[in-house]
């Protein structure tokens, strides 16, 4: 097989594809007609010698070597990007663009340090997609952004993963709770009260039940909701507790709105990090904004100890 003969508008269209999983999407974002998109993922699939794409039901899917194709043309475009971004920092950090993919829980600070970032970068355009674990895992497989922001990056060798804030993971309820101003309360007694949950997929679910699980418990979930707020809603209106990052119930805890529960083993003190494929060429941008938050990250330890 000679991938000689693929083109690069082939490679880009089979690209597009693969991330809309829709022949009408992709000619939409490509401004082409559906025809023209067949068309040229029936080339490259000549080119390859075995089809890229199958129809089941009214899905579209990719084939084992579709997918090794797709994941090589991630590769070749983001290669493409990195090397607009770095004939861009010939003339510094000017112009350029930044990706970042966050977890739903961090998007309570991030936006307010990229923010911090963008004024002293205006000139870099920056796109910011908010998902759970699962779905920012995803995007990282699928290398769809620069950078991801999440609370406990994968067990692989292939992932590196630089911390830069503390992420605690607190217990909560609503003021007038039986539980509420109790000293040292054990897991066992929380795993009784009604339990408010993320969906399946987040971050924060997991770590609440393996919170649970090491002493040999499950909690009872009453709800599953897949969204912070929805829980702290619920949590007001006496539904049940929950388990949630501390930066995400901030204001409520401060207001008095919600009270923080004294539990045996909490809060559970993880970390945020920045991630990304350990191959990955990151471009400028990127790297600028990983090291505005490596340097965020070494100021804030600094003020806490008083150095
Ligand atoms: P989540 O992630 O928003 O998916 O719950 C938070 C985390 O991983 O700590």
Redesign the pocket.
Known sequence: MSLHHATLRQLKVFDTLAIHGSVVRTAEALHLTPPAVSIQVKQLAETVGQPLVEQIGKRLHLTAHGRVVARACRDIFGRIESLGQELAALQGLESGSLSVAI???ASYFVPRLLGDFCEDHPGIAVAMHVG??ETVLERMERNEDDLYI???PPDSAQITAAPFAP?LLVAVAYPGHALAGEARISPKRLAREPFIA?ELG????R?AEEFYAESGLVPSIRMELGSNEAIKQSIAGHLGISIL?ESTVRGELASGELVRLDVEGLPLR?QWYAACPKNKMLSPAAKAFRAFLENRAQVETRSANGT
């Open positions: 977890i739903t829980t759970n674990r999440l609370g406990q992420n993320r987040s971050g924060t679910r770590a990052s993880r």
